[in-house]
């Protein structure tokens, strides 16, 4: 995965103007409005703001949220941006920009101290955008963006959590903070599923693969914490609708490797006589002769004896299982990220390519790849 180290800004104190009259906190001037609990009334909001978005909170109660300058000024673009897709002459605005929350039907919206690091803003825009929760009890997110390469923008997301606009960090699988922002598409680069799940996607340069990262919201962390990862060939750029990410499916083979079975296939076990092989699967594509035994190939798997072709009878068992990992698009980082580190791990010069092995009790699940950090291209249960 790529992370981004991002550099923040400080900001200036606020100051709390508040203003006793006969127990009512009267409005601050205007010209005040950046403090900190200051509300602005809300058709002057309406005026001053540059962007509005409508957002729900967990309880799905509306708010608009603005996003407004006071030191404000403008220009116009003198030649075309290919980020945000703005011509020449477009209004481009910069200015230390800040949110206000206006609650559905209040007349007032209270200025927020939540840091956007946002700095500038040209119109029209479709960068900036609201994520719409799948069900009660999630809130709608709001993603504030900056350009990060030609393949995906920096997200900053929010919610809002007891009426305030809140910022929300990621950490990866064991809590550990990995940033403020995160990559994703410019084009349907982030999604929304059931179960607090948000899914961001972008295309990696280094890969020539879809990145596709899962995050499970924690709102009372403030947080979206990793769950899942998976990649997708240049030629399926779709979102993957089906079948399992690599943390279940690497969960999957380590409870394989446990049992001594062939995965999706239970009725097929390590020590399985080949008589017995052979009245429960069905014809293999092709046998053939390995270093240490025969194999019987399958579209998906190939599967190992203790005995050569010319030698095999009713008594030889199964002593490996080969799963072809090509269409599965795992890398040695990925399967470090959701197993742990490995037992071993080195250059295997006999076979050609690397070996990393993890032992559960008495039998072992490998992985093969040709190169450091390249695809993993085999795996294998004995």
């Not at 923040?8 to 103007?17: P, V």
């Not at 299982?321 to 795992?330: G, P, T």
């Amino acid at each position: 995965m790529i992370f981004h180290s991002l550099r923040k800004q400080n900001w200036i104190a606020m100051i709390l103007l508040p203003i006793l009259f006969f127990g009512i906190l009267v409005l601050a001037p205007s010209n005040h409005a950046n403090a900190q609990g200051n509300r602005i009334p809300a058709e002057e909001l309406k005026e001053i703001s540059r962007l509005s978005f409508t957002l729900r909170d967990a309880y799905q109660t509306p708010y608009t949220v603005f996003i407004f300058a006071q030191d404000e000024e403008i220009s116009t673009l003198t030649e075309e941006d290919l980020w945000t897709n703005n011509k020449h002459g477009d209004p481009t605005y910069t200015g230390t920009y800040r949110a206000a929350l206006l609650k559905k039907g209040a007349t007032y919206g209270t200025v927020q101290s939540a840091d956007l690091d946002l700095h500038s803003i040209t119109l029209p825009q479709t960068w900036h955008y609201t994520i719409k929760s799948k069900e009660k009890n999630t809130p709608d997110m709001l993603f504030i963006t900056e350009w990060g390469s030609s393949n995906f923008n920096l997200t900053k997301p929010f919610i809002i959590r007891s009426g305030v606009l809140q910022p929300l960090k990621f950490v990866d699988n064991k809590g550990k903070k990995i940033n403020n922002f995160y990559p994703a598409g410019r084009d349907n680069g982030i999604r929304m599923l059931s179960d607090a799940r948000v899914q961001f996607k972008f295309y990696n340069n280094t890969l020539f693969k879809y990145e596709i990262e899962t995050f499970k919201l924690n709102i009372s962390k403030l947080e979206l914490r990793l769950t899942d990862t998976r990649y997708l060939n240049f030629d399926q750029p779709t979102w993957p609708n089906s079948g399992i990410g690599d943390r279940a499916y690497l969960e999957s083979l380590k409870n394989s490797a446990m049992k001594g079975i062939l995965p999706n296939q239970p009725n097929i076990k390590l020590g399985m006589t080949h008589k017995s092989m052979l009245n429960t699967l069905n014809k293999a594509k092709s046998r053939e002769n390995g270093e240490w035994g025969a194999y019987y190939v399958y579209s998906q798997y190939a599967i190992g004896f203790d005995s050569y072709l010319h030698e095999l009878d009713n008594k030889s068992r199964i002593m490996v299982f080969n799963l072809f990992a090509e269409q599965r698009n795992l890398y040695p980082e990925t399967v470090k990220l959701w197993l742990g580190k490995p037992q071993k791990e080195y250059l295997n010069e006999a076979e050609g390519g690397y070996d990393m092995i993890y032992k559960y009790g008495s039998r072992t699940l490998s992985f093969h790849y040709l190169e450091e950090d390249e695809q993993i291209y085999l795996i294998t249960i004995y």
